[in-house]
């Protein structure tokens, strides 16, 4: 029970020690499937979950982060089987791209089908989509059949979380619980880019460096990174 006037703090599960994965994820579902949020380890920073077919739990992630409308939020898919269910058509450079480098630290910007919340669309009709490499990560969208949202664990304008306790600190109340996976690697976030014009284009340089994408596809000149 918590102190008089004191603010109640995220439940913390660890999932970085022997037998505790699947117990995480298995708390970490219950919560995502009622709507609520998760913050979890990711191969860069810790990001924050929400079920990405549920427009309220997507809403709360908005609130928790304090981000704006006018920025997209990717999304972690649980297989790549599962593209075709948020996207109208799959590029065949895209094909090339996922056979390379997912599961991994790349997000292709696809088109979205009209089920897709604008909210994570940011209203422009296209969506960010990974299959992450980090176990906790895709575990949780596998648990439940859904995609997960990827953004980084961090009120809006302050450095991305590494650790569960700089979640904690950071959110406290505002995220239902905490998957503890240690500490994440940092430094930079997923490579982003838009496969939805030709050549692709670097929206976003990243894990998966600009010169390793060239060897795999043509890239846009006006690619940023």
């Given at each position: 029970?918590?102190?008089?006037?004191?603010?109640?703090?995220?439940?913390?599960?660890?999932?970085?020690?022997?037998?505790?994965?699947?117990e995480?994820?298995?708390?970490?579902?219950?919560?995502?499937?009622?709507?609520?949020?998760?913050?979890?380890?990711?191969?860069?920073?810790?990001?924050?979950?929400?079920?990405?077919?549920?427009?309220?739990?997507?809403?709360?992630?908005?609130?928790?982060?304090?981000?704006?409308?006018?920025?997209?939020?990717?999304?972690?898919?649980p297989?790549?089987?599962?593209?075709?269910?948020y996207?109208?058509?799959i590029?065949?450079?895209?094909?090339?791209?996922?056979?390379?480098f997912?599961?991994?630290?790349?997000?292709?910007?696809?088109?979205?089908?009209?089920?897709?919340?604008?909210?994570?669309?940011?209203?422009?009709?296209?969506?960010?989509?990974?299959?992450?490499?980090?176990?906790?990560?895709?575990?949780?969208?596998?648990?439940i059949?859904?995609?997960?949202t990827?953004?980084?664990?961090?009120?809006?304008?302050?450095?991305?979380?590494?650790?569960?306790?700089?979640?904690?600190?950071?959110?406290?109340?505002?995220?239902?619980?905490?998957?503890d996976?240690?500490?994440?690697?940092?430094?930079?976030?997923?490579?982003?880019?838009?496969?939805?014009?030709?050549?692709?284009?670097?929206?976003?340089?990243?894990?998966?460096?600009?010169?390793?994408?060239?060897?795999?596809?043509?890239?846009s000149p006006?690619?940023?990174?």
């Open positions: 029970m918590n102190e008089p006037g004191k603010r109640a703090e995220a439940p913390v599960n660890r999932a970085d020690l022997p037998g505790r994965m699947d995480a994820i298995g708390r970490a579902k219950r919560v995502l499937l009622s709507g609520g949020l998760v913050a979890y380890p990711t191969e860069s920073f810790y990001g924050l979950a929400a079920d990405a077919t549920n427009e309220q739990a997507i809403q709360r992630l908005f609130t928790a982060k304090e981000r704006k409308p006018d920025r997209p939020v990717l999304i972690l898919i297989t790549v089987e599962s593209l075709s269910q996207v109208p058509q590029p065949p450079v895209a094909y090339r791209l996922m056979e390379a997912w599961p991994g630290g790349l997000t292709l910007v696809f088109e979205a089908r009209p089920e897709i919340s604008p909210l994570l669309t940011a209203g422009t009709g296209k969506i960010g989509i990974r299959l992450s490499s980090h176990p906790v990560a895709t575990g949780l969208a596998q648990s059949g859904k995609p997960i990827g953004t980084s664990a961090n009120i809006s304008g302050r450095p991305a979380c590494r650790t569960a306790t700089e979640v904690l600190h950071s959110f406290q109340q505002r995220v239902d619980l905490i998957v996976g240690g500490k994440t690697p940092g430094k930079i976030g997923s490579t982003v880019l838009d496969v939805t014009v030709d050549p692709p284009k670097l929206i976003r340089g990243g894990l998966v460096g600009k010169t390793v994408i060239a060897k795999i596809v043509t890239l006006m690619s940023d990174g």
